[in-house]
């Protein structure tokens, strides 16, 4: 499956110059943990988190502190009020026709939520985690339909035994070790689709499937 496959549109975005308060309402508003940032010609800059929008803005208040001696007197420099000084800069992004195999590994190994998706420099989406596990969600069942629904498509006039169990596919067909082939890689692209084996043992289910070009 690629990362436009998954991917969230039409991208919520805000700008570098906005308050932080209106940053903080559009998280609100979509029900999303970060966002993307632009610049005044549209392009990204950063991105800005929950937890970039709240470090230093919420203010002590003294009558939780009432029985203690801890001084809740507000000193320092002002907060923050822009985007642009809270911001994560030069963000991770994933590129819209990568495998979003790849994509998840690389939030998870980097201990992000979302990363902007990249059609070459143009911002095209966003992958959150959120939208992963969409695709882990799906039913066997409806995998399965799925995965006969894209065979019958892209191999006509064949006939294909599908099993499904907790996302691993078995595929079952024509003889032709060329026809099962294909027809993995076919089903590798299926959302909800975790592996894939066929009754013919000539085929190697470890390679990866070739990535559509942009």
């Known amino acids: 499956m690629l990362v436009r496959e998954a991917m969230r549109t039409p991208v ?9 308060a209106h940053a903080a309402r559009v998280l609100l508003h979509h029900g999303t943990s970060s966002v993307p940032v632009l610049d ?15 470090r230093d ?23 923050p009020r822009l985007v642009a000084e809270v911001m994560t800069t030069r963000p991770l992004t994933v590129d819209a026709a990568g495998d979003l195999a790849d994509a998840t590994e690389l939030m998870l190994d ?26 882990v969600a799906h039913a066997d069942d409806d995998v399965r339909d799925a995965v006969l629904a894209r065979l019958a498509d892209d191999l006509p006039g064949t006939s294909w ?11 079952d067909g ?10 993995a890689v076919l089903a590798r692209t299926v959302p909800g689709v ?3 084996s066929t009754t013919d043992e000539q085929v190697s ?7 559509a070009r942009p």
Request: hydrophobic share 40%.
């Open 174 to 183: 024509p003889a032709e070790a060329s026809q099962h082939r294909i027809a």
């Open 57 to 79: 803005r919420v203010g002590r208040d003294p009558r939780a502190h009432l029985s203690s001696r801890e001084d809740v007197a507000e000193e320092g420099a002002p907060p």
């Open 110 to 135: 980097r201990s992000v939520k979302a990363v902007p998706v990249l059609d070459g420099r143009r911002l095209v989406g966003v992958l959150a985690r959120r939208d992963v596990l969409r695709t």
């Open 194 to 196: 975790v592996r894939v």
């Open 12 to 20: 919520v975005t805000v700008q570098e110059d906005d308050h932080v």
């Open 161 to 171: 035994t599908v099993e499904v169990e907790d996302g691993v596919v078995t595929l």
């Open 205 to 211: 289910y470890d390679q990866p499937v070739p990535r």
């Open 40 to 54: 005044g010609e549209g392009h990204l800059v950063g991105i800005v988190s929950e937890s970039d929008l709240l």
